[in-house]
């Protein structure tokens, strides 16, 4: 019983520290040119039974099951943050990056792989199927904080959001097809189909159901709007597996509804699952590094194979893929270059790789290090040098001068009361009114105003300008009516003093 209770407190030791090993590696990553993605599989496998020893992981159902889990929270938290406003111009490109650009990537790298491993055809194109789409994992975390045209960054959040479906669907089709050699193509094609589209309306659902349940419920806490999310987070998951449609699509679809919903306590929220979904990201990583044996991935037959499918990934299979899937649409020579580039590979592959493994086809071990390898290569390589080749390119946006403001309140019970912020420009109504010549609805509040960086206490003859951050203190009852009135413009003030003086 005493020596059960040290090993647990040891376990718990080490799990503790690697966590702020993980943490503390994130503020070195950016210094040493490296994605932090990269630096936690390196944890990983450093502390693993193939380096330091200190733990021993080799169980593929556990690893398979956290990836998943994992991935399910880190695309929630990047669609709630995706601003529909950005994503809808580019929804066109995207789905066709994130379905045909697929298909292509995965048919190039299959004929690749079946010559340089010397596999079967249909291992071969297995292979291609788990490599074929980016990972949003890597790519939410590599574009955070970059300056990158707003039009390239949501078509690869989009892109890398809409993609799996496409990944999942070829993988477990190969995977069949080998194992069984009973999989009708009629029958593949029906379950794609029901897959992209039962799982796009289950997401539309839960997320306006989501919406409508975080904006109707009366919490204790604001603590508990955040796990309130969660929760239908993994009920999107869970309720479009029961129906067999892809469920990581369901939860990204449902999270950009309720990103673009005028949620209550949203920062609570916002921030909440932003922390959330960086552990989810250190955790999967880290077991993952620990799953794989260095020893067997670091082999020089493994590494030189994994250089050349990468090679043909990297800098063959992504720019045909891109530049054809593009063809109909909108962009450039040098924003096609970026988006092949940028093509980044990360936990999906890596996850989707645990398949075969669990499928009990004979050349999983090999496609595993192989994979592994690729998105090793794909995280060092394309992760550390984007913003350079945005650079390169032309494709960067100056840094903005003015600061990010945000206020968060603590937990006010049942009071029903929360802070709005909203930023004045020069078309709304209020720019150059003082604050007793608004018409504020009662229960409405302006509690600061923000200009320039600095902080204004408001009275009222405080006159408001352009650029203003204004931070307001309002109940939910009349939370609609204020927003009326902020988002109303000078044109509609125009014309109604003309029918009055009429």
């Known amino acids: ?49 193939d380096g330091l020893d200190f733990l021993s992981f080799n ?14 929270v880190i695309l929630f938290e990047g669609g ?56 949003a994992a890597a790519v939410f975390a590599v574009l955070k904080g970059k300056n990158i045209r707003n039009k390239l960054e949501a ?75 969660l929760g239908f987070a993994f009920l999107t998951y869970g309720a479009s597996s029961l129906f067999q449609a892809s469920g990581l699509l369901a939860v990204y679809v449902a999270a950009v509804i309720i990103g673009n919903t005028d949620l209550a306590y949203r920062y609570s929220i916002v921030r909440f699952h932003e922390g959330f979904a960086w552990m989810a990201q250190i955790l999967m990583f880290i077991l993952l590094g620990l799953f794989v044996y260095p020893s067997e991935v670091f082999t020089l037959t493994v590494m030189i194979d994994g ?20 063809t109909f649409f909108n962009f450039n020579w040098k924003e096609k270059t970026f988006l092949s580039w940028a093509g980044l590979r990360g936990a999906v592959p890596i996850v989707l790789a645990i398949f075969p493994m669990l499928s009990g086809i004979e050349e999983s071990p090999l496609i595993f290090n192989v994979v592994f390898f690729i998105v090793l290569v794909s995280t060092v390589v394309q992760g550390s040098t984007i913003t350079w080749a945005a650079d390169r390119l032309g494709l960067t946006l100056e840094k903005t001068t003015n600061p990010i403001h945000s206020l968060e309140l603590i937990s006010m019970g049942k009071t029903n009361i929360e802070m709005m912020e909203y930023e004045v420009n020069e078309k ?75």
């Open 1 to 49: 019983m005493i020596e059960e209770m040290i090993q647990s407190n040891q376990f718990i030791t080490l799990i503790a520290l690697l966590l702020i090993m993980s943490v503390v590696v994130t503020k070195f990553s950016s210094r040493l040119g490296v994605p932090s993605l990269a630096l936690f599989i390196g944890v990983g496998m450093l502390v693993g039974s």
């Open 59 to 72: 169980n593929a159902e556990v690893a398979q099951m956290v990836g998943i889990l994992a991935l399910i």
């Open 80 to 135: 709630i943050q995706t601003k529909w406003s950005s994503i809808r111009p580019v929804a066109g490109p995207s789905v066709t990056l994130a379905t045909l650009g697929v298909v292509l990537t995965s048919g190039i790298v299959g004929i690749a792989a079946k010559f340089i491993l010397g596999v079967s055809w249909l291992e071969a194109f297995l292979l291609g199927s788990i490599v074929g789409s980016t990972d």
């Open 155 to 229: 078509t690869l959040e989009g892109e890398s959001g809409t993609n799996d479906p496409m990944a999942v669907f070829l993988t477990i089709s190969f995977i069949q097809v080998i194992t069984t050699n009973e999989a009708s193509v009629l029958g593949m094609v029906g379950s794609f189909f029901w897959q992209m589209g039962g799982g796009l309306i289950i997401g539309i659902l839960l997320g306006y159901g989501a919406s409508f349940s975080l904006n109707r419920i009366n919490l204790d806490s604001s603590g508990l709007y955040p796990i309130f999310a």
């Open 307 to 326: 250089l050349l499918i990468s090679a043909v990934l990297i800098l063959l299979a992504r720019p045909i893929a891109t530049c054809l899937s593009l």
């Open 428 to 502: 709304n109504f209020v720019a150059g009114h003082t604050l007793e010549e608004l018409d504020l609805p009662d229960k409405a509040l302006i509690s600061a105003i923000v200009r320039e960086g600095e902080v204004i206490t408001p009275f009222g003859q405080s006159r408001i300008q352009a650029g203003d951050t204004l931070y307001l203190m309002v109940t939910k009852r009349v939370k609609k009516q204020l927003k009326k009135l902020l988002e109303q413009k000078v044109e509609v003030e125009k014309e109604s003093n003309e029918k009055s003086r009429a």
